[in-house]
C-alpha cells in the first residue's frame, strides 16, 4: 500500500491562536512535528494540509510539500479527506500539528496492523494514562475499549469509573493522535453526516463510531504530551530538551 502522512494545521486554534507556527527549541512547532514524522520508514511522503497562507509559506521554507483545503473545516479528518483527492495515496496517517513529541517508531507501530487484518479501516493509538491530573483533564481524550481493542466510547470526561483503590487501580488509556485511515474510509467518513455525540465532545473519531463503524486501538509505549495551551507548550520544551531526535533536524 502506498501511505503517506498528512499533517491538518490552522491558525485559528481558539484555545492558542497561531499554535502551529508556536516558537518551540529553535522551530516552530509545525516544523518538529513534520521531521519527526518523515522519519517513519513506513511512509512514502508527508504533507501539511491548511488553510492559511501563512503556515503554507513558513511549511514550504522548511522544504515540506503542502496541500491547501477550504477553510470550513470543523473537523481535521475532514480537512485530511480533502487533501487526500490530491494523492493516490492507498493509507492515509493523520498526525495532528500540536504533536511535537512523536516519534518515527509511533508511525510504524500505527501502520503495522494493516498488514495483518486486511479489514482494518481505521486505527488509533492509545496509551495508559498514568497521571491523575491528564485522567480528569478535558483537553484528554479518554478512550474504552472491548476486549479486541476495537474503541467502544471517546470522551474529555474522566471515564471509566474509578476502582476501590482510586486512580492508581484503573486502567485508564487516552488517544494519542496517530490516526491511519484506509482511503476508502476517510472518504466515506466525510460523506457521512456529523453525529450528535461527536458534535458534543469535539472528538472525530465519534463519528465512525456512531454509525457503527470499528477504530481499532493500538497501545504504545511512549508518551507524548499534545499541545492544547501556552503552559503545555513550555512543558514540551521541558520534556524535549535533549531528546536525541533534535540533532537530525534542528538547525544550530
Same mark, same amino acid.
Given at each position: 500500500m502506498k501511505t503517506i502522512?498528512?499533517?491538518?494545521?490552522?491558525? %485559528? /486554534? /481558539?484555545?492558542?491562536?497561531?499554535?502551529?507556527?508556536?516558537?518551540?527549541? %529553535?522551530?516552530?512547532?509545525?516544523?518538529?512535528?513534520?521531521?519527526?514524522? #518523515?522519519?517513519?520508514? /513506513?511512509?512514502?511522503? &508527508?504533507?501539511?494540509? &491548511?488553510?492559511?497562507?501563512?503556515?503554507?509559506? &513558513?511549511?514550504?521554507?522548511? %522544504?515540506?510539500? *503542502?496541500?491547501?483545503?477550504?477553510? /470550513?473545516?470543523?473537523?481535521?479528518?475532514?480537512?485530511? #479527506?480533502?487533501?487526500?483527492?490530491? &494523492?493516490?495515496?492507498?493509507?492515509?496517517?493523520?498526525?495532528? %500539528?500540536?504533536?511535537?513529541? *512523536?516519534l518515527p517508531s509511533m508511525i510504524d507501530a500505527a501502520v503495522a496492523p494493516f498488514h495483518h487484518d486486511p479489514k482494518l479501516e481505521c486505527v488509533n493509538l492509545t496509551r495508559r494514562i498514568d497521571d491523575e491530573a491528564d485522567f480528569r483533564s478535558p483537553n484528554t481524550i479518554k478512550v474504552v475499549m472491548d476486549q479486541q481493542g476495537n474503541a467502544l466510547y471517546m470522551t474529555r470526561q474522566p471515564i471509566p469509573t474509578l476502582a476501590a483503590g482510586g486512580f492508581g487501580a484503573t486502567a485508564a488509556y487516552k488517544q494519542v493522535c496517530i490516526i491511519p485511515f484506509t482511503r476508502a474510509c476517510l472518504i466515506e467518513y466525510s460523506q457521512l453526516p456529523p453525529t450528535p455525540l461527536e458534535k458534543l465532545e469535539s472528538i472525530d473519531m465519534l463519528r465512525l463510531l456512531e454509525h457503527g463503524r470499528r477504530v481499532r486501538m493500538v497501545e504504545t509505549s511512549h508518551d507524548t504530551q499534545a499541545v492544547d495551551t501556552k503552559a503545555d507548550l513550555a512543558r514540551v520544551a521541558e520534556l524535549m530538551t535533549n531528546d536525541p531526535l533534535l540533532a537530525h533536524y534542528r538547525k544550530p
Open positions: 502522512a498528512i499533517i491538518p494545521a490552522r491558525m %485559528g /486554534s /481558539s484555545r492558542f491562536p497561531g499554535k502551529p507556527l508556536a516558537p518551540l527549541l %529553535g522551530c516552530s512547532m509545525l516544523e518538529h512535528v513534520y521531521q519527526r514524522v #518523515a522519519m517513519s520508514q /513506513s511512509l512514502n511522503a &508527508t504533507y501539511i494540509a &491548511t488553510c492559511d497562507e501563512e503556515i503554507r509559506q &513558513t511549511a514550504t521554507a522548511f %522544504g515540506a510539500p *503542502v496541500i491547501m483545503t477550504s477553510d /470550513s473545516h470543523e473537523r481535521a479528518s475532514d480537512r485530511i #479527506a480533502e487533501a487526500v483527492a490530491h &494523492t493516490d495515496a492507498d493509507l492515509i496517517i493523520m498526525v495532528q %500539528g500540536d504533536e511535537p513529541m *512523536v
